[in-house]
């Protein structure tokens, strides 16, 4: 039996399409394993991660892997979500994204990064919505500390524990902080600055989890927030951050076996809303925004011993309103 030779074309061509689909469907298929074999392959010892933010003209769901020692950036798996203003913290491998905002939203949405398989995972979510907040991994927790909900600066705690599914409401701060910068040492948290929703702050407390209760510590010189504090050497470092006039480029250090800040050498630039993460023995400094408004696309880095240094780096582009962090 013969078929009609139109019959006979349409077949051929309908071969053709599905044989060209198949085939980008496995070329997908075969780009999506390299790239999570890519992931894997991933060196993250010396690569700092950076979700979100702006960049100067759009706001921002990336995330990127960027190292400041061959001034690489390469783009990983996107959030599901757009955000600015939130806190990133390292639990068990994984990169936490905490709260933020987008828009006139504000998120209590929470979601994690497995650098193993390239993929994002949505946590549970806070107890209540948060931007411009504070987080630091302590004991297997995360403690996501302060911030604002879009109506007032919130001086709440809550403690995510993965094991139980949940964010557990814990001690509140003693004072309001929206924008506060945290950090940890030896099994305590240290919260500084901030403002309060009249001012901006240059006290400092500190949480100790086994006495559940929070302490005044000495102030700052300075007061600030939209900064960051890191650990280098078993010390506090505040860097950058708004004063309530002007973003500012001081340093303060903390050392806590002597419970005294000190004025370090200054950055070369004044920033606030910027990542700072330590690396290889130092801090190395990214982004943010100067005292004009704009994004930054510098960096520079300090050292103990040797101060800070400019670098000329700008693999990052453009970036403010982002959170960084190591794994």
Known sequence: MSFPHFLLCGVITWRRIGNQ??????????KDRCKALEARCINFDDL???????????????????????????PLASMNSVRSYASAANLNGELFIIGGVHGSLWYDTVESYNPTCNQWSSRPSLNQRRGHLASVSLHDKIFAVGGGNGVGCLSEVEMLDVNAGRWIPVRSMLDKRFAPAAAEISGILYVVGGYNGSDYLNSVERFDPREHSWTRLESLTVKR???????????????????GHNMVSTVEVFDPRVGLWTMEECMSESRGYFGAVVMRDSIYVIGGLNDNGKPLDKGEYYKEGHGWKASDLKGIGNRCFFSAAVL
Not at 50 to 74: R, V
């Open 225 to 243: 927030g939209c900064h960051s504090l890191t650990v280098l050497n078993e010390k506090l470092y505040a860097l950058g951050g708004y004063d």
């Open 21 to 30: 689909v198949e085939s980008k469907i496995e070329i997908q298929q075969l």
């Open 48 to 74: 700092m991660l950076i979700a979100g933010g702006f960049d100067g003209s759009l706001w921002l769901s990336s995330l990127e892997f960027y190292s400041p020692f061959h001034d690489l950036k390469k």
